[in-house]
Structures are given as C-alpha cells and as structure tokens.
C-alpha cells in the first residue's frame, strides 16, 4: 500500500503566478493578509507610510525581495501613489491584485452637528482620496496584466445609521458606492471590484480610538464595546478575520463576486 505521503497531491497556492499589491500592509489587517497571500503563492508589494514597518515585514517574508518587496507611500499624494504602482510593475513585471487597506478614523469623529471640521479633510483624504488613488493607478496596470481584482477596505459603519462618528461613516460609505462604479466600469476589461464592510477589529488603533472588549478607548462610544457583543457576539474579531475574505476576493474563486460589499460585521448591518 502506497504511503499517505506517496499519495499527497502537490497543490498550487490560490494566488500562485499573480503579483498583488497591499497599501497599509504594515500592521492590523494589511499585515495578516500580505503573509497570508504569500503563503498561497502570490509575490507581494508591500507598501506603507511606514516603510521600517513593510521593510521589516518584507524580510520576514522572504529575505531576497523575490517574493515580498516594500515599498513607502502616502496614500493622501497624487505623486507617491503614482510612482508606487510604477515601481511594483517595474519590480514584479505585472499586477493582479490591488487591496487598499490603509485607513482609519478620529476620536474627534462625532455628529456631523458637532464634529470639528478638520476630522473630514484628515479622515476623507486618508480614507476616500487614499482608497481612489490607488484604484486610479492599479485598475490600467490590472488590466494590462490580464486583468484581476480589486478589494476595498469600508466598514459595517456604512452600511448601518447608529454610528456616531459621522465623517468616517461618510467616507466608508463613499467606499461602497465607488467600489460599486468600478465593478461596473471595469468588468468588460477582466477587472473586479469588491468591498469589505468590517465590524471591530482587534488592531491598534481600534485598541486606541474605539476599544476591544474589557478595554475601552477614547471616542464617546468605547464604554459600549461589551454590551454590543452581547447582542453581536461575532462583531469583534483579529485581523485574520478579515484578511481571509481579502484572499478570496482576491483569488479565482471568487470570479462571480464583483460590485458587492461584504458585511463582516457579526450581522450587526443585518439585525
């Protein structure tokens, strides 16, 4: 009788032959999900502000830059974002996957009554001008690599009214719309889009602004953080949580899926 190891079959990853490029891969969810590609195969582009971050994350990967190379961008300028996706395409020679994960929200984030009018310029350039940018240079590398995916980091606060923080909500919800319009756009050119709307998610700085369970952070609502897993007991999860659903939209097994907006939220947009 044959061994269980004669009878193995070698399998490639899920994203073996393509190259993808993760903004905000240098901690949280952009973190997870560039090991997590690579691990099924992909050469990852690892960008970041901060480039010690991805530099470091890059090494771990795979020490001579075949596999993971990083590269420092500011997601806010026209110019950075530009030349990043040049110098993924001139060091990996193509682009099959484009996620935007980099982001984030203010503890001044309130009532659009009440919230002070800096929050929209810092919070919409980072995340809605961020989240365009980088769709605006990938999606013509994309299609002249044959085409491929993009997928867009939102939130459950866009799909949802009780969220206090209403700038951030604002942008996440522009998130949706837009991710909406390039599925439309670019399906004829092999180009899929997708978004995912998450709820909390154990980085720093939900840790920071928000609060994990037990542990409450700065914005008005973090007291909240365990009656809401009461009533939403899978609201709360680690960056791997969401980094998977970023590997299958990312990967051909998803090659029905575009235009949509994943809620990965515990069902708090639903209930």
């Not at 319009?181 to 700085?205: D, E, F, M, P, S």
């Amino acid at each position: 009788m044959p061994s269980n190891q004669e009878n193995t079959v070698s399998r490639p990853g899920r994203l073996a032959g393509k190259v993808a490029l993760i903004i905000g891969a240098g901690t949280g969810i952009g973190e997870c999900a560039a090991k997590m590609f690579a691990r099924e195969g992909a050469r990852v582009a690892l960008a970041d502000i901060r480039f010690d971050a991805v530099q470091s994350l890059a090494s771990s990967i795979c020490p001579d830059s075949t596999q993971a190379k990083a590269f420092a961008v500011d997601v806010t300028s026209d110019g950075s974002v530009r030349q990043l996706v040049d110098d993924v395409v001139a060091g990996f020679g193509a682009l099959h996957c484009l996620f935007n994960t980099a982001g984030g929200s203010l503890p001044e984030d309130s009532l659009v009554t009440d919230v002070p009018l800096d929050v929209w310029d810092k919070t919409m350039n980072l995340d809605l001008r961020g989240t365009l940018l980088g769709c605006r240079y990938a999606i013509p590398k994309i299609i002249a690599s044959g085409g491929g995916s993009v997928v867009n980091m939102s939130s459950g606060a866009a799909l949802r009214g009780s969220g206090k923080a209403h700038i951030y909500s604002a942008a996440k919800g522009a998130i949706v719309s837009v991710t909406r319009n390039l599925a439309g756009a670019y399906a004829k050119h092999g180009v899929r889009a997708n978004a995912i709307c998450c709820g909390r998610i154990n980085t720093q700085r939900i840790r920071d602004t928000y609060g994990i369970p037990g542990q409450p952070g700065k914005s008005e609502d973090a007291m909240k953080v365990d009656d809401t897993i009461k009533a939403y007991p899978y609201w709360f999860g680690e960056p791997e949580d969401v980094a998977g659903i970023a590997l299958f939209l990312a990967s051909d097994e998803s090659r029905m899926i575009t235009g949509a907006s994943i809620p990965a939220d515990g069902g708090r947009s639903a209930y």
